[in-house]
């Protein structure tokens, strides 16, 4: 298995470009900053929105399924942990040194040519709101821990009790298939538009 980490970065920054076309034009009440540096960037911000009226700024973590071009999911998978340089690494989901008010979730990214974006979905997910809805269901970094001490799974899906496998979410295991190892936490976007924790913007 080969690092994808240069190619994603490559795709991210063309993708950016349709990103903030769409910003401009249904953020009508926000000014929006890309961010280059990379602490801000590893501190979970990659576009600052602020209104124009309030001033009110929002932190927003950008995340796209750029494996998934020319499909629609109806999930997104929010990352609980994952491998680096053979050290085990805290994934975004639950990492308190971010800095993040919103996830953009991007998904349905179209192209015409390779690595030309042409449409794409934007949901915002409110991420206080979704920490709070998760913690509410007791779903914690050390409960979901116990079901990775607990599960033979090494790929694939793991149904946990504290979410509806068919309509909320569930694990998910990439072991075996991606060289950086990830578990995730996958969740429906409905789930999330209809309890309140996100919109879909476009």
């Known amino acids: 298995m080969k690092s ?9 920054r063309k993708l950016s470009v349709l990103l903030d076309v769409y910003y401009t034009k249904y953020l009508t009440q926000y000014n929006t900053k890309r961010i280059v540096d ?59 040194r971010k800095k993040t008010d919103f996830y953009a979730l991007v998904t349905a990214i179209y192209e015409d040519e390779p690595s030309i974006y042409t449409t794409c979905k ?14 509410a269901r007791k779903i914690t970094k050390t409960s979901l821990a116990s079901y990775f ?9 793991l149904i946990i009790n504290e979410l509806d496998h068919r309509t909320e979410g569930y694990l998910y295991f990439s072991t075996n298939t991606k060289v950086e190892k990830p578990i995730n936490l996958i969740l429906r976007l ?9 919109k879909r913007l476009v």
């Open 38 to 96: 990379y602490k801000q960037q590893l501190a979970g911000i990659d576009v600052i929105f602020t209104h124009k009226k309030t001033k009110a700024v929002y932190y927003i973590d950008e995340k796209a399924q750029l494996d998934y071009v020319n499909d629609d999911l109806p999930t997104f998978a929010f990352e609980l942990s994952y491998f680096k340089n053979n050290y085990h690494k805290e994934g975004w989901l639950f990492d308190t």
């Open 4 to 12: 994808t980490f240069t190619s994603d970065l490559n795709k991210e």
């Open 190 to 198: 409905d789930f999330l538009i209809e309890n309140g924790l996100a």
């Open 122 to 135: 934007i949901t915002l997910v409110n991420r206080k709101k979704l920490c709070s809805l998760l913690e």
């Open 149 to 157: 001490k607990n599960s033979n799974v090494t790929q694939g899906k």
